[in-house]
């Protein structure tokens, strides 16, 4: 007894030191990719990451990386469905995606995705896109343009309630799709804005919906240091009061601390959209702000070389 009793330190102590060593040998082996900015030049930038918070950025992956993404949103910090109870939304969990996205060259990338889904009013979707930067702000432009294309696919179970938005008479109807432009410009070394007009579209919805939505976002990045950056977001989506009725569908908004690491691009943010893309959160927006209704997220990306 009295053997196993210090035998345990002893296999705890020798795991836990093969652990730092093991990880002092990784970073070590990454240092040099770190200091070539894993596929990002930052004296060109104008974002840091191809996202923004919610929505895309300017940017693209260099040609032969790989980003892995992981994405969450949790439930409200405030308001009936928050407080200390809910440990400020932590206890709950509003969506998370995990995706891959790849540089198919230095102004084209290409990304697929799995996200959980808020259940308002879909669950488990898949998402595509593809992005194209036309141009990079220097000495031949004034701004950075790109355009990005995307959908998503519901492979949630259709519900037998046919007055349902998920009831899926058809398999089309499980599918969105959005286009943008994107224009973004950095005004100086700590200032970065972009305009984002975006069209989304989908097949099938409520009785209070329409189809096709025209939204306008607007974003902005106050860089503090080299590490640090205030980076914001607002997506206003246009229809009519009749059509959509504003008392039910919000309009996106976001904030967030922007976090450069070894090899890493981390994001903490609070927005009051619980969904994850662009079919999601400007569409499917229901929080108010002045309600308490807004949560905390983060975001993780790590970019590998594939092909140099």
Partial sequence: MISKIHLFPLLFTSFFCSIQVFSQD?????????????GYDSDEK??????????????TISKGYMEMRIEHRFGDMAGTNGGVQNMFGFDNLSDMRIALEYGVTKDLMVGFGRSKGTGAPYRSLLDGFVKYRAM????????????IGGSTFTYQKASSDQSQVNHFPKASHRMAYFVQMNVARRFCDWLSVAVMP???????????????????????????????????????AFHGENSRPSDIFKQSMAIALEWQTFGHNFTI???????LGETQFIPYTYENLMKGQ??????????????E
Avoid: M, W
């Fill in 26 to 38: 990784t970073i070590l082996a990454e240092e040099p990719i770190v200091t070539d900015d894993l």
């Fill in 46 to 59: 104008t974002f840091f990451s191809t996202r923004i918070i919610n929505g895309h950025s300017v940017e």
């Fill in 136 to 147: 990079r702000q220097g000495e031949k432009y004034p701004i950075s343009l790109a355009f």
């Fill in 198 to 236: 975006t069209f989304v579209h989908r097949n099938y919805v409520a009785a209070n919906d329409i189809n096709s939505l025209v939204s306008l976002g607007g974003a902005f990045r106050l860089k503090l240091n080299q590490k640090f950056a205030i980076i914001g977001e607002y997506y206003h």
């Fill in 269 to 275: 943010n609070i927005t009051n959209s619980g969904g």
């Fill in 294 to 307: 807004f949560r905390f997220g983060f975001c993780v990306g790590r970019k590998f070389i594939v092909n």
